[in-house]
């Protein structure tokens, strides 16, 4: 197989496999950007790996792949980024968040999740959560995702124009869900006036920006009722556009649909119609078989949030058991009040451990399962295969370059084990989203940190003086 063939043939196989062949194209010719590496890790099943190689960039797409030194012989950019000790790879994408949340990190830990979100959460929202929260708290989690080399993450937080805003300026790519509640939340009375205005983001989003994706993010099936779920599903239907939701969260949400509607909350928003659409749903804890069989054969995709699971005793997903079922498992962090950081490297090698130890077997969600959850199968479970997770020609160029240079990371011998088991989100070096430089060598080049850290300030200050008062009642 060409995976196994070592060095310069390895990368010529793959670049004539990818590229169409390298004698087709002029000599010389003059790409926006070259992203070398000592391994490009693309992620795709028929050529994974190519050593020495190279990323040719032009425009917003991937246009060639193949080694450094036939790359090289056909293609001077105006822009390189040097491979030296680095791992060029697929972005990481993170499949479920709560941007803003960052300026709840650290709130309140070790709680349930009902007595998380009803006595500290919502409240804390109602009286804090402005259009300066959300700029705030999206910007400082777009510096964590830059530096962490996430290029795209779904994301479901109120004030989503705003989330956009920020998105567009610091150049990454999101799927951006409208949340419609049947309660008060911030900047709404209830559910006529959320849907309506959920609604009208979509279609004033809808082929504004190509890195911005908006959707429809009802919030769960505990806070909306099944006659405004199916408003949700006639509507995105007619939009065509897509649907984020949590489901099968914890063992409270299982009981309380069961009370009422007796099944279980995959089976109830099925019925509804809502895995008639193309809908990214986060969580996917509490499932039985035939809730696994009817995620698989509508293809919905599951997010599994194993850290933000784990700190809020919700349960641990049956991730294996939809895996082989065929159900598009990808990754995501939850907001940063539940986990408390957007570190993705850290969701991949939890999965991996996790289920291992859960399962009893070693063997359990190898690494390269891992890896492909939080790219590969990723975009597939947010309905982005054919544009991103993997390096591919014609294919967005979302790309990272990880160093595996330094003295901790020796010795070296199998580059799937050390980015899942050995590397953390600072060994990221560079971050690129439809080929536009975010950061390069630890500097993120597309924010500027001080505004960012006085804005942050600022909030924190607000919330800290709140928790202070909450404590002395």
């Given at each position: ?309 784990m700190k809020l005793g919700a349960g641990i997903s049956p991730v294996p ?153």
């Amino acid at each position: 197989m060409i995976s196994r063939l070592a060095g310069p043939v390895a990368g010529l196989l793959a670049c004539v496999a990818l590229a169409g062949g390298l004698g087709s194209g002029p000599a010389h010719a003059a790409p926006d950007l070259i992203i070398y590496g000592d391994y490009i890790l693309t992620m795709d099943p028929q050529q994974p790996e190519i050593r020495d190689g190279a990323v040719v960039v032009e425009g917003d797409r991937i246009v060639a792949l193949g080694s450094h030194q036939e790359i090289d012989a056909r293609y001077v950019a105006s822009r390189t980024l040097p491979g030296a000790g680095r791992v060029v790879m697929p972005g990481l994408i993170n499949g479920h968040t709560h941007t803003a949340m960052t300026l709840f990190r650290g709130m309140v830990d070790d709680l349930d999740l009902m007595t998380w979100l009803n006595q500290y959460v919502f409240p804390m929202e109602g009286r804090f959560v402005t259009p300066a929260f959300i700029r705030a708290g999206t910007g400082l989690a777009c510096w964590e995702m830059i530096q962490g080399g996430t290029t795209t993450f779904v994301d479901m937080y109120f004030y989503p124009d705003d989330i956009a805003a920020v998105v567009q300026d610091c150049g990454l790519r999101a799927v951006i869900g409208a949340p419609h509640i049947d309660y008060p939340s911030p900047g709404f009375k209830g559910w006529d006036d959320s849907f309506a205005a959920a609604e009208d983001f979509v279609r004033r989003w809808q082929g504004k920006d190509p890195r911005i994706t908006p959707a429809f993010a009802p919030h769960a099936p505990y806070t909306v009722v099944p006659e405004h779920l199916r408003a949700t599903v006639e509507k995105a239907a007619e939009l065509k556009a897509p649907i984020s939701m949590h489901l099968a969260e914890a063992p409270a949400e299982s009981e309380f649909v069961a009370q009422q509607y007796q099944t279980t909350p995959v089976q109830h928003v099925a019925k509804i119609g809502m895995y008639d659409q193309p809908l990214i749903a986060a969580h996917m804890v509490q499932l039985n078989a035939e809730d696994i069989a009817l995620t698989a054969q509508a293809g919905v995709g599951a997010i599994h949030n194993p850290t933000s699971n784990m700190k809020l005793g919700a349960g641990i997903s049956p991730v294996p058991a939809m895996l082989a079922a065929g159900v598009n498992v990808g990754l995501g962090t939850d907001g940063a009040a539940s986990n408390n950081d957007l570190d993705m490297w850290e969701e991949i090698r939890m999965a991996a451990l996790l289920h291992k130890v859960n399962s009893g077997d070693p063997t359990e969600l190898p690494a390269g399962q891992a890896l492909a959850m939080a790219t590969r199968l990723g975009a597939a479970a947010i309905h982005k295969a054919g544009e991103i997770g993997q390096l591919k020609v014609g294919m967005q160029a979302d790309v990272i370059q990880v160093a595996v240079d330094k003295t901790r990371h020796q010795p070296l011998y199998d580059i799937t084990s050390h980015l899942v088991y050995v590397l953390d989100s600072t060994d990221v070096v560079s971050t690129v989203v439809a080929g536009q430089v975010l950061m390069q060598d630890r500097k993120v080049l597309s924010m500027d940190e001080a505004a960012l850290r006085r804005q942050v300030a600022e909030r924190s200050a607000e919330i800290r003086a709140a928790l202070a008062a909450k404590e002395d009642d």
